[in-house]
């Protein structure tokens, strides 16, 4: 008795995987974009003082991404009379002259609490973003020479 058999193989074509890459500021950088850093301070505040400075968000990666940003304050001085709790701070989708339009995108009111809910950007897409800090009107008079730096911290995925 004769068994007749044949056979065929085939191979899959290759897998790559994508990229994530986001970058922020102009030019687009890892961290600490300089003009940031620059345009997102203030000296001399007083109660009700406000600085707006944008960001760009770019997506220098292979495939597009949703992003987000939380916020935390750097401190100085002893005790409970921290600035950095006391700023309000917020995003906005819109700028005008580099200063703050429209209704705020994220939430919470200090930089403890603040939240960019997710955002999506596409390949090679770029995002501005507006934030302000404000010294509110009602800060308490132990703020006096005190400083803070904010720091935001993005996060693609």
Known sequence: ??????????????????????????????????????????????????????LKVTNSGSMPFGFTATASATNSGAGADQLGSALTLKAYSNSSSGSCTGEPVSTGNTAADFALPPQQLAVAATQNLCFRATLPTNAAAALQGKSSVITLTFTAK
Do not use: E, H, Y
């Open 1 to 54: 008795m004769a068994a007749w058999s044949d056979s065929a193989t085939v191979q899959g074509g290759t897998f790559t995987t994508g990229t994530l890459d986001l970058k922020i500021g102009t030019p687009p950088v890892d961290n600490n974009p300089p003009q940031f850093t620059t345009d997102f301070a203030m000296s001399n505040m007083r109660p009700g003082s406000t600085t707006d400075a944008v």
